[in-house]
């Protein structure tokens, strides 16, 4: 996978946190820290979405002649990113 570009957005509308989805498919197979829990509880009372006003992470990613865009709440990525989440693909 190829990461095109990588910006930092303020949202103007509500998107579905891809990287919520990618913590909760693999929950059980990490330990994760106190820290790590509360910003995933966060999440989680926010519907694992990315709100209004809140700057997220948006990446347009290219595979094998597919392109799409991701989006993420930053800590929550980061969280995928320590954990080797999106390794498991």
């Not at 989680?44 to 094998?64: E, L, M, S, V």
Request: charged share 20%; hydrophobic share 35%; with cysteine.
């Amino acid at each position: 996978m190829e990461v095109v570009s990588e910006t930092m957005p303020i949202a103007r509308k509500q998107y579905d946190c891809m990287a919520s989805e990618w913590v909760m498919n693999n929950y059980g197979d990490y330990n994760f820290t106190f820290s790590e829990l509360r910003t995933i509880a966060k999440a989680k009372n926010n519907g694992f979405k990315i709100i209004p006003g809140q700057q997220y992470i948006k990446q347009f990613n290219r595979d094998c002649g597919d392109v799409w865009t991701y989006r993420a709440i930053p800590e929550m990525h980061q969280i995928c990113i320590v954990h080797g989440t999106y390794d498991n693909c």
